[in-house]
């Protein structure tokens, strides 16, 4: 994983922030210049119009990209100074100019907001082996109605070259739709739950955000229980 990606996962550019922290900003990217470890490197930050956040690191004196901080197994006492060094400017600029997500797929993100507009509803994340998993449950019996997970695409998909880290939500189904529903692009069989009844979709926009609340809808539903369903009815 980039230096980049490791630091800003879980975080949202406040664009309106970059100006005070030091960016200018030309056509739709923002820039940001600053040399560090005594004049000897420049650090280059661009962030890009979705928030995407890339840089590199200038070796001043042979004026061309420094690339050892960008491989792992560059682990001599020199390198690593100047990683941490450069790491240090992008964590000061996360710090100053972002603010915290749950998950890190913008449609994961979109997702949980429109579950807690609709519903009042925040994930939780009960599990210590995998923290970054989040439940999304029904309060009064505390019945799941969707889960998120960060995978390996491939346990989806089965695609044994797929080895990107996807967000994937599970949801409840009725078992008649399944068929039809994992026909649809974007959604597969259930990753670890009842094949029959859960299907997982992955979070990279192939589902459009309808149809994914759609079906999350119907999913908490399921939780809620027939009782449950009966007085909403009635309350109407």
């Known amino acids: 994983m980039k230096i ?3 630091i800003f996962a879980r975080k949202k550019v406040l664009m309106e922030k970059l100006e005070v922290f030091g960016f200018t900003k030309t056509n739709d990217l923002w820039t940001y210049s600053v040399d560090f470890l005594d004049g000897d490197f420049r650090a280059e930050i661009n962030v890009s119009p979705d928030g995407t956040v890339d840089g590199k690191v200038i070796d001043l004196a042979a004026g061309e990209e420094y690339l050892p901080v960008r491989y792992e197994d ?5 390198v690593g100074t100047v990683r941490l060094a450069y790491a240090d400017i992008l964590t000061k600029i996360a710090e100053a100019c972002c ?6 797929h913008p449609q994961t993100n979109r997702i949980t907001s ?3 507009e609709k519903y009042g509803e925040k994930p939780d ?3 210590s082996t995998a923290p970054t998993y989040g ?3 029904f309060p009064k019996n505390r019945k799941w109605y969707a889960l998120v997970m960060d995978i390996p695409k491939k346990l989806v998909t089965k695609d044994p070259d797929a080895n990107e880290i996807v967000d994937v939500i599970n949801i409840k189904i009725d078992e008649a739709d399944h068929d039809e529903i994992v026909a649809r692009p974007g959604f597969y069989n259930a990753y670890h739950m009842n094949k029959k009844s859960w299907v997982s979709a ?3 926009d192939t589902a459009p955000d309808s149809c994914l609340m759609e079906l999350i809808d119907k999913s908490r539903r399921f939780a809620v229980g027939s009782k449950g369903v009966r007085k909403a009815v009635a309350a109407k």
């Open 4 to 6: 980049e990606d490791e």
């Open 74 to 78: 560059r682990i001599g006492a020199f």
């Open 99 to 104: 603010e915290d997500e749950l998950f890190v």
């Open 114 to 116: 429109l579950i807690y």
């Open 125 to 127: 994340f009960p599990f």
């Open 135 to 137: 439940v999304f449950r």
């Open 202 to 204: 992955i979070l990279d």
